[in-house]
């Protein structure tokens, strides 16, 4: 069974910084693209940043300068470092895995608040 599980969430005061960790399970990751979205409250799921099996890595433009996507391919984890965190941070962020032959698999979400 296919499993992303997503930890490192939690309340942050504006400027601070998390970092999110995603652990896949059920099959090997390698191959797949793999990295995060988010849901604030009121608002579609957008990208946040993925990285390819290859290393390449897309960002939604605005985060580039605060966000880190990496991966640990041995590990089959992903990570997101977010710096200088503030209040149009606070979302849901789910992880995500894809590779076009096989489908998209989700995590169940975790909470990050930015407020003081």
Do not use: H, I
Request: hydrophobic letters at 30%; aromatic letters at 12%.
């Amino acid at each position: 069974q296919v499993q992303l599980v997503e930890s490192g969430g939690g309340l942050v005061q504006p400027g601070g910084s998390l970092r999110l960790s995603c652990a896949a399970s059920g099959r090997s990751f390698t191959r797949y693209t793999m990295g995060w979205y988010r849901r604030a409250p009121r608002k579609q799921r957008e990208l946040v940043a993925t990285m390819t099996s290859g290393g390449s890595t897309n960002y939604a433009g605005p985060l580039k300068d605060r966000f880190t996507v990496s991966r640990d391919y041995a590990r089959e984890q992903v990570f997101l470092q977010m710096n200088n965190l503030n209040a149009e941070d606070t979302a849901v962020y789910y992880c995500y895995a894809n590779l076009p032959s096989a489908g998209t698999f989700w995590g169940q979400g975790t909470q990050v608040t930015v407020s003081s």
